[in-house]
């Protein structure tokens, strides 16, 4: 299997999560890959979560319900740890759908609402500092 190259940003969809042309930062030094979520809500067996966002426009505010979830530590770049909830859903890139494991984080105040770490990274993408928006702009052609 041929590796893809990606640059350090771009912009991809979530279609189960109803959430298109999302500004991404690849980060190589992040282990499991993040997504902004501004309201997330157990009710049994169930997460409820909401993509919303004042600064990144695409987040339009859809809840989106999951039937299955977890919890996992992150240890941050500062050492700190934190529990979050762990998502599994999809993400369209390069025209191709993928799995993919997702961190809910309050992002708001980051440049990026999506962080894709490592984990999803691997066997699949060589990342090249000095690109940018590689899958994107073979969408827009």
Known sequence: MSKKIIG???KIDFPKLNLFDIDVKIDTGAYTSAI???K???EGNRLRCTF???NHPNFSGKEVVFDTFSR???KSSNGFKENRYKIKSEVLIFGKTY???LTLSTRDDMK???LIGKQFLKRKFIVDVDLQQVSFNLKTL
């Open 72 to 74: 996992t530590n992150v």
């Open 40 to 42: 997330i809500t157990e």
């Open 36 to 38: 902004h979520c501004s």
């Open 99 to 101: 799995k993919i494991n």
């Open 52 to 54: 919303y966002s004042k």
């Open 8 to 10: 350090s940003v771009d």
């Open 112 to 114: 990026f609402p999506v």
